[in-house]
């Protein structure tokens, strides 16, 4: 199953979806898919002035719509407040969102979106065991993992936490795991494949001499398998911090770790910033190998991934620092014999 997937350069591969219907974009939505139609909430932008003018971040609570690729956008209707930075996947019908910042600091609440006969619905979820922004998680089977982030809007370190939350439980409830044996982390990529959760690369921090936090950028990775444990796996080729998660498969076998923040250009002033790199990662889970593939067209960093209609989207995200885009971009995976790959 590893060879016979390739990603296309070109359009055959990536598309366009209708943008949505906000000028700037949002930085970590939450997305996923429930009642057939495509889900988008919250996020944050600059909306008057870019952070280095002294613009302040501004949290959203709108809920988005898209009941089918070739439609438009409607509003469904709002959060339970304003809200990112956040995890979310799609399980059993709805759009399961966990933790995630406000403008007045971190939240632990956790809930289900679920869109049904054209009205949007809200239920709750069990409540994280901590307050907790910046994570990263996967949906294993009826199993959500999430793993690290920080628990203060200025914190100066990074947690080393693992929670896992059975959705298919008649009474779900958060459980706390072994961590994996790297650093801590924020806004790593988490990715479900192979029977085993994933986390690859992130920030940890520290504080500098006036307080301030530092990161310092990780291109390790670790597999964690249900009964087994964490595994150290081979290292990435280079930092991928906050690249769309939970990573889009292909097959049985791969996961793709698109653009992120490399740290190429940290000297670089923002006004002269050129963007996150287009860069792909492929991992193997058969081979322990990851492999440089097709670039992608929409390099973003603190974005959701959504499987929607066969294909893995990247809605909106941020694609300078500062800079957002309401752009919403669709790849579907290309066999090597040029036909459309079937989606896991």
Request: proline share 10%.
């Amino acid at each position: 199953m590893s060879a016979i997937f390739t990603l296309a350069a070109d359009s055959v591969g990536w598309s366009k979806l209708p943008s949505l219907p906000d000028k700037e974009g949002f930085a970590s939505m939450f997305a996923g898919v429930s009642g057939g139609a495509l889900l988008a909430a919250g996020g944050a932008n600059f909306p008057d002035k870019k952070p280095w003018e002294g613009g302040k971040k501004i949290w959203y609570d709108t809920v988005f719509v898209l009941e089918k690729p070739d439609g438009a956008w409607q509003v469904a209707g709002k959060l339970p407040r304003p809200l990112g930075y956040g995890v979310s996947v799609t399980h059993g019908g709805g759009v399961v969102c966990v933790g995630g910042s406000d403008a007045d600091g971190h939240r632990a609440e956790c809930f289900r979106l679920e869109w049904r006969g054209g009205k949007l619905e809200t239920k709750p979820l069990p409540t994280l065991p901590r307050t907790v922004a910046n994570m990263s998680g996967a949906l294993l089977g009826d199993t959500l993992y999430v793993a690290g982030g920080i628990e203060k809007s200025d914190s100066t370190s990074t947690l080393k936490t693992f929670f896992a939350l059975d959705l298919g439980a008649k009474q779900p409830a958060w459980r706390e795991l072994e961590p994996w044996p790297g650093p801590p982390r924020m806004l790593a990529v988490a990715a479900a494949q192979d029977g085993s959760f994933f986390l690859v690369s992130g920030a940890d921090l520290s504080a500098s001499p006036d307080g301030k936090p530092v990161r310092t950028y990780l291109k390790d990775a670790y597999r964690y398998t249900p009964g087994k444990g964490w595994k150290r796996i081979a290292d990435l080729p280079r930092a991928a911090v906050a690249a769309p998660s939970p990573a889009p498969t292909l097959g049985q076998t791969q996961f793709l770790v698109m653009s992120g923040d490399d740290a190429a250009q940290l000297t670089v002033a923002p006004t002269e910033h050129k963007g996150f790199p287009k860069s792909v990662l492929a991992y193997d889970t058969r081979t322990d190998r990851w492999t440089e593939t097709a670039p992608t067209p929409a390099p973003r960093v603190t974005v959701p991934t959504v499987q929607w209609k066969g294909a893995w989207l990247v809605v909106s995200g941020e694609q300078k620092p500062g800079i957002r885009s309401p752009e919403v971009w669709t790849l579907k995976p290309v066999a090597t014999d040029g036909l459309p790959a079937r989606a896991p």
